[in-house]
């Protein structure tokens, strides 16, 4: 008879997109070699959504079927991302699940939904969505005192004023005190340069960076 684990990894069910080992793209982490699960779903439409393909469709699979392809992979880090992951509320035992199996795992969030249940292990990065995005709206403000120091803020910005309003954002929230902060351009509408030499100008206490994986292989899927 199978243990109430096993019973229960075979009960809950998520609906994925894709399952894939690459370098992470993002996040103080860019560049470790990680297995990404994403899951299919998002109630946000970001003009600039690069994953527009996770909206729908994806396979219904067992917790206990991801946890093994997850673990024929061979890799310590996992990122559980969408879409966004946390509009299936299964994703919560994913996670859990995931650390108890001792990788380090980390969730990108969009910053809509709440994130107090995630389980603390897990780092959580998570969106702000700047006017560009067309999401503004959607920011859940309540998540930030719920941050910590092991959690990141990213922050895409398509022009001067997304940039303006993420000064706001970090000064009003004094952000870099509760966790690290990252602010990123729209691949072709923001000038990286541009946005490096404005962080740079305006002695910001943030991270630039770039999508290493767009560097790397463009928009590939898989990657």
Same mark, same amino acid.
Request: charged share 25%; with cysteine.
């Given at each position: 008879?199978?243990? &109430?684990?096993?019973?229960?990894?075979?009960?809950?069910?998520?609906?994925?997109?894709?399952?894939?080992?690459?370098?992470?793209?993002?996040?103080?982490?860019?560049?470790?070699?990680?297995?990404?699960?994403?899951?299919?779903?998002? $109630? @946000?439409?970001?003009?600039?959504?690069?994953?527009?393909?996770?909206?729908?469709?994806?396979?219904?699979?067992?917790?206990?079927?991801?946890?093994?392809?997850?673990?024929?992979?061979?890799?310590?880090?996992?990122?559980?991302?969408?879409?966004?992951?946390? /509009?299936?509320?299964?994703? @919560?035992?994913?996670?859990?699940?995931?650390?108890?199996?001792?990788?380090?795992?980390? @969730?990108?969030?969009?910053?809509?939904?709440?994130? /107090?249940?995630?389980?603390?292990?897990? #780092?959580?990065?998570?969106?702000? &969505?700047? $006017?560009?995005?067309?999401? #503004?709206? &959607?920011?859940?403000?309540?998540?930030?005192?719920?941050?910590?120091?092991?959690?990141?803020?990213?922050?895409?910005? /398509?022009?001067?004023?997304?940039?303006?309003? /993420?000064?706001?954002?970090?000064? +009003?929230?004094?952000? +870099?005190?509760?966790?690290?902060?990252?602010?990123?351009?729209?691949?072709? #509408? @923001?000038? $990286?340069?541009?946005?490096?030499?404005?962080?740079?100008?305006?002695?910001? $206490?943030?991270?630039?960076?770039?999508?290493?994986?767009?560097?790397?292989?463009?928009?590939?899927?898989?990657?």
């Amino acid at each position: 008879m199978p243990d &109430k684990d096993s019973a229960t990894a075979s009960a809950v069910r998520l609906r994925i997109t894709e399952i894939f080992a690459s370098v992470q793209g993002e996040s103080s982490r860019v560049g470790l070699p990680t297995v990404f699960v994403r899951l299919t779903g998002c $109630p @946000l439409r970001c003009t600039w959504c690069d994953t527009a393909y996770a909206f729908s469709g994806g396979t219904t699979r067992t917790l206990e079927d991801i946890l093994a392809e997850v673990a024929s992979h061979g890799l310590r880090h996992v990122c559980v991302t969408g879409g966004e992951p946390l /509009a299936q509320k299964a994703c @919560l035992q994913l996670l859990t699940a995931l650390c108890d199996a001792g990788h380090a795992v980390s @969730l990108e969030t969009s910053g809509a939904l709440d994130i /107090a249940l995630v389980d603390a292990r897990v #780092a959580r990065i998570m969106d702000l &969505k700047a $006017p560009g995005s067309g999401e #503004a709206a &959607k920011n859940r403000y309540e998540n930030i005192p719920l941050l910590r120091a092991g959690d990141e803020v990213k922050i895409v910005l /398509a022009d001067a004023e997304d940039y303006a309003w /993420a000064r706001q954002m970090i000064a +009003e929230h004094a952000l +870099e005190r509760r966790c690290e902060v990252l602010l990123s351009p729209v691949a072709d #509408a @923001l000038d $990286p340069a541009t946005l490096a030499e404005w962080v740079v100008r305006d002695r910001l $206490p943030v991270r630039f960076q770039l999508q290493l994986h767009k560097v790397l292989w463009n928009d590939a899927r898989g990657r």
